[in-house]
C-alpha cells in the first residue's frame, strides 16, 4: 500500500497528533508500506526523514498556540513535490488546511479518503476565549480594552464553538468513515450530527522503560512526586495542578509537582506558583528526552490530568504502563482509562479540594496506591501498541479498497469550505487586532480559499 498522510501537527512538534502520526508512519513502514507525510514547515522542502517521506509545505506560525501552523498552498503547488496519482489511499489527520489539500488532491485523482477525530477543535478552541489568554501579550491597548467586555468575550466564544463545531461536522461527513481514539469521541460526533461509519481504534501509545538514572538531575530523595506530562498551555488546565499542590503543601510538605513539557502560558503558571508560595514544591523539567521522561514516570507516585477536552490523553494512558494510579479529570475520555486503577474528580468549583483530597490517601496508604498501581499495569493490555498498530493497518488497508469519495462527501466538503473561510477570517482578524503585523495573513488566506473554491467546482465532473 502507499499511503500519503495528510496532518496539521508533525514533528518536530510533540503533540499528540505529532506523537501518533510519526508513530503510524514508522509502524507502517515497518510493515512494507510506503508512507508519505504532508506536514507545515518554515519552507518547503521534501526528503527522507525518520525513514520515511516527508514533504514540509512552508507555513506561517500564528502566536495563538505554538503548535499550530497554517498553510496556503494550492493543490497545484503541493503535487509539483509529489506525484500523488499512484497512490493507495488518502489519509487526513486534521481539518485545517492541510487537510483540505489533501482533500482536493484525493478527489482530483479520483484516491480513497479515510480520516480520524483526534482535537475537539469546537471546545478546546474556547479555552483560548479568556481574558487572561486573549490580553497575553498583547501590544495594542484598543484590542486590550475590547476582549475586557465580558457580553463581547462570552458572544466570541459562543461563536467560536459554533463555527468550530460545523467545521468539523461537515469534514467527517466529507469524508467516507472516520476513525476515533475513544468511545467518547464517537459519541461526540454522533451528538454533533456526524452521521458516517466510524470507528473506534485507540491511539497507539509506545512508552518504554528508562535505560539511565537521572537521580542526579533530579533529586527526588525523601519527596513525594506526582507528575504531570503535556503541553503547557490553556486547556491542560495545569493552574488546577498548581492549585493542587499548594493546597496539599500544608499537609505534606515533601509533595513535589512535576510538570514535563512546555509553553506559552509557562511563565504565567510559574508565577502563579510564587503567588501561591508554591514554586518550592512545582518542578518545571521543559521539554526532556523519551529515556527521560520514562525516568520521571517510574519515580513519580500518581500520574494527573486536568484537562476538559481531551480525545484520547496520551501521557495519561502511558501512567498505565508505568504502573501507576491516576488522578483524573472527570470529562471526555478519562473514565475510559480508569477500572479500579485511580479517581475520576469531577470539574467543578470544589475540584481543588476534591483531586487533594484523593492525591492525600494514595500519599499516606501505601497499600492503596500500589494496589491501584497493579490495576494500572492490567489496564494496560488495552492498549498494547502492536495489536493497535495491526487495527490501524486493517483500517487502512479496508479504506484503500472501498473509501472512494461520493456525490454526498463532495457536497459536505463545500459546505467544510465555506465555514473554514468564515472560520479563519474570524481567527486571523483577530489575531491582526491583537498583533498587527498579522495583517497581511488574512490577504495570504483569501486567495488561498478563492484557489481551492475554484479548484473544488473544476472537480465536480468527476462525479
Not at 496520551?314 to 479529570?329: D, H, I, N, R, T
Request: glycine share 6%; proline share 3%.
Amino acid at each position: 500500500m502507499k499511503l500519503a498522510i495528510f496532518t496539521d501537527s508533525f514533528r518536530p512538534n510533540l503533540d499528540g497528533v505529532a506523537t501518533v502520526t510519526h508513530l503510524l508512519a514508522k509502524e507502517m513502514v515497518k510493515k512494507g508500506h510506503k508512507v508519505t507525510i504532508v506536514c507545515p514547515g518554515d519552507n518547503s522542502e521534501s526528503g527522507i526523514q525518520y525513514g520515511f517521506k516527508v514533504i514540509r509545505l512552508k507555513s506561517y506560525s500564528i502566536k495563538l498556540t505554538d503548535l499550530m501552523k497554517i498553510c496556503f498552498k494550492s493543490p497545484g503547488y503541493v503535487e509539483k513535490l509529489e506525484d500523488f496519482s499512484k497512490y493507495d489511499l488518502v489519509h487526513l489527520q486534521s481539518p485545517a488546511t492541510i487537510g483540505a489539500l489533501g482533500y482536493l488532491i484525493a478527489l482530483k485523482h479520483n484516491l480513497p479518503l479515510s480520516c480520524t477525530f483526534h482535537t475537539n477543535v469546537g471546545d478546546f478552541a474556547q479555552s483560548f476565549v479568556k481574558k487572561e489568554v486573549l490580553a497575553h501579550e498583547s501590544s495594542n491597548p484598543f484590542y486590550n480594552g475590547l476582549i475586557k467586555n465580558d457580553f463581547l468575550i462570552k458572544g466570541f466564544a459562543k461563536s467560536i464553538n459554533y463555527l468550530a463545531w460545523n467545521l468539523i461536522k461537515n469534514f467527517h461527513l466529507a469524508v467516507p468513515n472516520t476513525t476515533v481514539p475513544a468511545r467518547f469521541c464517537k459519541k461526540l460526533l454522533r451528538d454533533k450530527g456526524v452521521k458516517n461509519e466510524i470507528f473506534v481504534i485507540n491511539n497507539p501509545v509506545s512508552p518504554t522503560k528508562s535505560k539511565k538514572d537521572y537521580s542526579k538531575k533530579y533529586n527526588l530523595k525523601n519527596k513525594m512526586p506526582i507528575i504531570h506530562v503535556g503541553r503547557i498551555s490553556a486547556e491542560k488546565r495545569i493552574d488546577v495542578f498548581i492549585r493542587v499542590i499548594a493546597n496539599l503543601k500544608k499537609s505534606i510538605p515533601n509533595i513535589l509537582g512535576i510538570i514535563c513539557s512546555d509553553g506559552l502560558i509557562k511563565s504565567d503558571l510559574m508565577n502563579m506558583a510564587k503567588k501561591l508560595k508554591a514554586e518550592n514544591n512545582i518542578l518545571f523539567t521543559g521539554f526532556v528526552k523519551r529515556d527521560e521522561l520514562s525516568w520521571l514516570y517510574e519515580n513519580s507516585r500518581i500520574v494527573t490530568a486536568f484537562g476538559l477536552y481531551e480525545t484520547f490523553n496520551l501521557c495519561a494512558a502511558e501512567g498505565l504502563f508505568y504502573g501507576k494510579p491516576l488522578v483524573l479529570s472527570d470529562s471526555g475520555p478519562h473514565p475510559e482509562l480508569i477500572n479500579g486503577n485511580g479517581f475520576l474528580i469531577e470539574p467543578n468549583n470544589n475540584e481543588v479540594k476534591g483531586f487533594s483530597e484523593k492525591i492525600s490517601l494514595l500519599l499516606n496508604d501505601d497499600s492503596l496506591r500500589n494496589n491501584m498501581g497493579k490495576k494500572s499495569r492490567a489496564h494496560w493490555k488495552n492498549y498494547e501498541y502492536k495489536s493497535l498498530i495491526n487495527k490501524h493497518e486493517k483500517y487502512f488497508i479496508e479504506s484503500m479498497n472501498k473509501n472512494l469519495i461520493s456525490n454526498k462527501n463532495y457536497v459536505n466538503f463545500i459546505k467544510y469550505l465555506a465555514v473554514l473561510g468564515i472560520s479563519m477570517n474570524t481567527l486571523l482578524l483577530s489575531l491582526s487586532l491583537k498583533e498587527k503585523k498579522d495583517m497581511g495573513l488574512i490577504e495570504e488566506f483569501e486567495k488561498f480559499s478563492s484557489s481551492m473554491n475554484e479548484e473544488v467546482k473544476k472537480l465536480k465532473k468527476s462525479f
